[in-house]
């Protein structure tokens, strides 16, 4: 059973760049068969999906903050990352990072999220 | 990139069948829809995919139906238990994935 945690600042400033890192467990994230994404809840508001990784790195990215937005990928410690550059209040959310099979765009498993909040 | 349409908000009675409907969905994307129960504080929960299919241990009282660019999930025999968030999900194409804005079910 594949479990994920995110973790990072819940702290932002504005103009700075929001990090988080999620971390697999229950199996490797090297596994052939799947996506590792990062998807955003705004308080009181619905889901938004960021953008996905593949484990040799391959990307892509929701088209409205791809020019924000780089997720990678460190196999020597099942981990994947997220950095979302020029932050605004906008970017306030609860951070989720899920994972998807390849080509099949549901995701089965999630870590229980983390809130960003960006403030001054 | 837009959102996939869903009601704010539907509601029934236990025992009743509700169903959330969700527009928008391209034409071409096949069966690469899923839906989630979310619970206040809780992360998503996956309900549905590859359009009807249910993960192990998800009830048979939920089921996706679909007609042109709307899919919609009802679910029959409500449950206190099913008052929750339900999103529904799509690929887009060109490597896009988008949401639903959500349904809110309120069992009376």
């Known amino acids: 059973q594949l479990q994920l945690q995110e973790s990072g600042p819940g702290l932002v400033k504005p103009s700075e760049t929001l990090s988080l890192t999620c971390t697999v467990s229950g199996g490797s994230i090297s596994s052939s068969g799947y996506y590792w994404g990062w998807i955003r809840q705004p308080p009181g508001k619905g889901l938004e999906w960021i953008g996905s990784i593949y484990y040799s790195g391959g990307t892509y990215y929701n088209a409205s903050l791809k020019s924000r937005v780089t997720i990678s990928v460190d196999t020597s410690k099942n981990q994947f990352s997220l950095k979302l550059s020029s932050v605004t209040a906008a970017d306030t959310a609860l951070y989720y990072c899920?994972?998807?099979?390849?080509?099949?765009?549901?995701?089965?498993?999630w870590g229980q999220g983390t809130l960003v909040t960006v403030s001054s | 990139q837009s959102a996939l349409t869903q009601p704010a908000s539907v509601s029934g009675s236990p025992g009743q069948s509700i169903t959330i409907s969700c527009t928008g969905i391209s034409s071409d994307v096949g069966n690469l829809v899923s839906w989630y129960q979310q619970h206040p504080g809780k992360a998503p929960k996956l309900m549905i995919y590859e359009g009807s299919k249910r993960p192990s241990g998800v009830s048979n009282r939920f089921y996706v139906s679909k007609s042109g660019n709307t899919a919609s999930l009802t679910i029959s025999g409500l449950q206190a238990e099913d008052e929750a968030d339900y999103y529904c999900c799509s690929y887009a194409g060109n490597s896009d994935v988008v949401f639903g804005g959500g349904t809110k079910l309120t069992v009376l």
């Open positions: 899920a994972s998807h099979p390849v080509r099949l765009y549901y995701f089965d498993y």
